[in-house]
Every structure is written in C-alpha cells, then in structure tokens.
C-alpha cells in the first residue's frame, strides 16, 4: 500500500524522525562487549550505505559502553556514587528493554557483541538509516519495536517482501493520512533501520547495495577520513558541509541565512572523529574547502613568526579563560563582512560615524598596524570579601578581562588613541598617566577626581591602556597591569598561525570556592555545591585551529582531573 502524505505534516515527521534517530544512535551505538565471540557479519556496515550520503556516521564499536564503562564509573564515582549510577544504568535498561552495558544483555537480545555500527542521516532532516550488527534478528527485531513504540505513536506494523527484501514496516497515523515512521529488515549480518517516511526505500536500496556503490567505495570520502586518523570512537562525515549547515540553520530560524551562505558555501566537506581515553574526550575535526575557501584561509593565516612574548603576558597563572590569535585582521574582516554584503554595509556605517566623530577610521588607521598577533584572557576578582548580593547586581563586574596585540608601529595606534580622549570627557571621563618601571600606563577614571594613585586606589579605574615595545594592551582590571607587563607567557600555537582557547576548569572552581558559600540562600546553596562537585571532574578543556592542506583542521580536548586534585 502506497503512503499518503499531508505535506503541512512533513515537520513533525522531521522532528519526530530526529528524536528517534538520536535515540537508536545514543543506544545502540555506544554499547555492548567485546569479549564474546560473535557471528561476524557478511559485509562492513559502510558497505551499505550509499555514497550519496549526505551525513556518514561510524561508531567503532558497539562495545563501547561496556569497554569503557569501568572508567567512566570512577569518574563519575566522586559525584554520583555506585547507587547513583546503578540506578543510571536501570533507567537506560528500562527504556531500551535490555541493559546495553553489559555483554550479557546485548547476547540476550540478539546483538553481536562485536562489530562496527554505521549510519547515514539526511540534510533535510527527513530520515535516517542506520546498520546495525547482529547475531540473532529474529531476536532483536520485537526488542527494537517496542523501542520504537515507546517514543513514537504507531499505528501499524506490517510485514512484506519488496524487491527481494523481507521488510517491516511501522506507520503512523494523522487522520486519514498514514505515514511511513520507520522500517527494518535483516540482510549481511545486519539489522538495517531507517527512519522517516522514506524509510523503507532506504532500507531496500541498502539490502541490495553492491559495495562500489558504497560510501566503503567512495575514494573521496577515504582519504577525508584518512586525514582523521584511524583512532576514533565516534565519527561523522558530512558532505556538502557547508550547504548542510545552511539547511540546519534554516530550519531552526526559518529564514534563509544569505549571509552566512556567502561563507558556508565555500565549504566542501566537513567531519569529526572522538575517542575517549584515560586523560578524557579528544575530538579531531577536518574542513575541506573548495578552491576560492582554501584561499581566503590561506590569505586570513598568512601571519609569520612567533608573537612578542607582551602579547602572551595577558596570560596570568589566575587567568580561567585564555584565547590566542595569529590571523590576518583585514582577512578576518573581509570573511564576516565581504565587499557587498549587509554586515559590510553596517560595519563601514559605524567606521563612518567614528570618523565623523574623532577622525579615526579604524579600517585605515587602526586595523593595518596590527600583525595579527593577539591574545584575551578573562579571570575573576577576589571573591573572599564580595556579598552574595552584589554579585547578583553585578555579576559582570565580579570578573577581569585583559587583551594584547602586536603591533607594526605602536606610536600609530597611540595617536589614535589621543584622539578618543576628547570623547571621553564628554561622558565625564579623564585619562591619569601612572608608570610601571618606564611604561606608561593610562587609567581611565571618572573626572574631575584625583590622580590614580590617591586614596581611591587603582579599581577605581574603568580601564587602563598601555604600550611596551611592539605590543599595545588594555585592562578592565588595572591593578594587574603590572603583573602583565613583568610577565611572558607560552606560545600555545608554537609559531605557527591559528587559533587557540583554553577553559581552565581547576582555577575556575578554586577561585569560586573563596566565596562564603554561607552567604547562598539555602535553596540554593545544595545546587551550587553539587555543580561544583561536578565542575571538579575536569581539570580544563582546550581546542586548536590551523590551516591545513586543502582546508581548516581542529582539534580540542577535554582533560579530566586526576583524582588527587578532586576536592571532597
């Protein structure tokens, strides 16, 4: 029987499809064992999902939870204890049916215990297939219904052969109107399952595939993820990139994101590859680009040499949160707001006004004198003497930001620098020089008033400037300006150019500690206590980006705390 579909009802199949997909994906693909011996499938998963594909999906194996679930329970040991995660483990049984942590569970319904998982999912968001290993079909077939059907309200569940393949079918209903939710069928080992109301064409083609019509087959997609390495957990690959993030973009405002295309649109190939191991998750991404992207990548990293160690003295040993840049900044601007464009249009309408203002033109006079070289880092204040009601009044104001770039000619930029200070005391402002060792250092505080270094100390300050050698700098918090420049810092991109962030858990939770915690409210104080807890199981999370051949690459980790760094 043929499907009748409303089309006013294609986004809730959508949304319903992606629940279920996600669902399959959380699972099956990140559980079982592999310590039996299992029927070996006839065919790799890959063998079975085309090479149109917009979206590939290969989990390792499907004893991952299993293999890994000894380490993730010390982990998790600190903050949750064994009942806890016992009672974890339950809830997941319960709603799948079968315990997917162990190597017992996974025989009883008839899943290897052994064996790679592949997956397609489609751009448009409409279906998904996925191949999953199996020893027993029959087995597993009523155990991967009844999932379904806990999630989704079906209506049918039929059984037919088409095309030579033995295939059930799960309809749902809106009316008069039936809907395909969902199909499966055995072939190669396999339990093939799609999702969406294509799912049974997906399945058949799938059953019935030749491998060189695989993405296994596909020369292209082997040596992308060749760049990935061999080392992976979970992977996804995602063709036409750039065109599928304008699809999900679309999707979720509504609108047709034509400035984004202009970028997006340069992107080829995009994917991602993440491994768990003892010192925690490691992601490595790759994105290949077409001829005019690689080159716009290479113009916005054409950034030589290492940057003057100023630019790294931003990062202090308090420092939570620590950026650095070797980018070309003209570069940078050409790519967010290209010639033509809206964000373009705007932007030279705020460097007009400024001009107009001050006679700066940031474009022409401030932008060209910086190298590229740049870095941010932002912290909090002493917490031991703040009220728990100033820092909800106030919360911005309970941090620190400071931020240093190299400059060609430092003197340019004090210039333009001079001339924003007629502006500033139109809003009842003034600028008191102070001296560091022989730099000079600018505080802006409120006029008139007395010298920085009187009884009202240096946070009273909104800001301060400084320039040391090829480097020019600010503060929102003055009183560390000294320790900027008495400081150096480590070179995170090792002279070459890219991007680099770190988020330092282990000082963000030391330094929040110092507050009383007596002061919380008691409804509170039981949630901030236990995030902490949590906050504790990671010592810091960093991501790398560079140019690499043919497109942009990245890498970044989350490392976890040894365990004698985790507070009690």
Known sequence: MHTSVDPGLAGLYGRTMRRTGGAVLIALGLSGCFLFKAERPSAHPLELIGKDADTVVEVRDISLLVEYRPRLTAQLRPVMGPLDISRLVSELALVLGFDPTTKDGLKSVGLTTSGPIAGEVRNDGTGA??????????????????????????????????????????????????????????????????????????????????????VRGDDGYRKFVADLGADFDVRMVTRRGGRAIVSAARRVSGRDPAELRRVLDRIDTVGWSMRYAARGFEVVGRARLDDRGEKAVQRIFAVPGKPPSGVLAVDLPQTVAFAQLAADPKALVDLIAPAGSQPRKQLEKSVAGLKNDVDIDVLADVLPHFTGHAAVAIGLDDLTKVDFGTITAQPVRQGWLAAAAAAKDPARLRAAEQKLEGRLKARQLSVRVRKISKTEVRDVVAAPGPAIESQRGPNDAYFSTFTKDEVWGFSFEPKLVADILAGGGKDQLNGRPGAYFVLRFNRLTEQLRRFDDRQLPLLYRPFVLKGLAYLDLFDRIDMRVEPVDGGVGFEGRLHFAAPSAKKP
């Open 129 to 214: 297939l996925w191949a999953i290993p199996v020893s027993d079909a029959a087995t597993f077939g009523p155990v991967l219904e009844a999932a379904i059907k806990a999630r989704m309200d079906i209506g049918q569940t039929k059984s037919d052969t088409r095309d030579g393949v033995r295939l059930t079918r799960m309809t749902i209903e809106f009316g008069p109107h039936q809907a395909t939710a969902a199909a499966y069928a055995a072939a190669k080992g396999h339990i093939l399952l799609g999702l969406g109301p294509h799912a049974d064409a997906l399945v058949v083609a799938a059953a019935r595939r030749a491998r060189p019509d695989s």
